[in-house]
């Protein structure tokens, strides 16, 4: 089966620009997630979507932050306007609604910003 | 909020000798994952862990989940250059229905 994909693999943009990152999850994964890997931590979930309605946004900075999954297959998550600290890994997650799988990662998006 | 933290943060080992991490969470888990994430890749899932004092084997890894359901451990037996990477744990606690990412221990294998 074909994994998680996501797009692009790398992006480097100045402080205040935008930045979209796009992911397609797994055939028939009905939860989606993204996380925000800092180098040297573990990823920290900033959305989770269930088909395509939002279960946990709690940790999105919402003011800057912005994600959809349109039809309940693939998603963006949205950054506007990216601060330094922003610099970090984007990763996007999908599972089986079963809760007795793990998640299945796609390969990221390392965003550096200048 | 639920913290889950692992130790130690880096280990380095001869090739051949044993490994093991370990991860405590602040609150009692319903299930627990680990993850391993090689040098600029992704985390791939190892395996959950859901019963109370559960062990699993994979080859030369166990990983135990502890009696109290709030800590959980991995090891290695006789470490190989191919297993260098990140380890992960991802505790889903009971109540908020969600996973928290401890931020893992690094291994590093000598040849």
């Known amino acids: 089966e074909a994994g998680v994909a996501q797009s692009p693999r790398y992006k480097i943009i100045e402080k205040r620009q935008s930045v979209a990152f796009w992911c397609n999850p797994i055939s028939g994964h009905a939860t989606l997630y993204w996380y925000q890997q800092i180098l040297g931590q573990g990823p920290k979930l900033l959305i989770q979507?269930?088909?395509?309605?939002?279960?946990?946004d709690s940790q999105l900075p919402k003011d800057r932050f912005s994600a959809e999954r349109l039809k309940g297959v693939d998603s963006t998550l949205k950054i506007q306007p990216a601060k330094l600290e922003d610099s970090a890994v984007y990763l996007c997650a999908s599972r089986p609604i079963q809760l007795t799988y793990g998640y299945t990662f796609g390969s990221g998006t390392r965003l550096t910003v200048v | 909020g639920q913290q889950v933290m692992q130790i130690p943060q880096y280990q380095h080992v001869q090739e051949g000798e044993d490994f093991t991490t370990y991860c405590n969470s602040s609150t009692t888990l319903s299930n627990i994952q680990w993850y391993k994430q090689r040098p600029g890749g992704h985390p791939v899932f190892l395996i959950q862990l859901v019963k109370s004092g559960e062990v699993k084997k994979q080859k030369r890894l166990t990983f135990q989940f502890g009696e109290a359901k709030k800590n959980s451990s991995l090891h290695i037996t006789a470490t190989q250059t191919t297993d260098v990477g990140t380890y992960f744990c991802a505790g889903r606690n009971t109540n908020a229905g969600k996973s928290t990412f401890g931020d893992g221990t690094t291994l590093t294998v000598k040849p």
């Open positions: 979507f269930q088909n395509n309605g939002v279960v946990d």
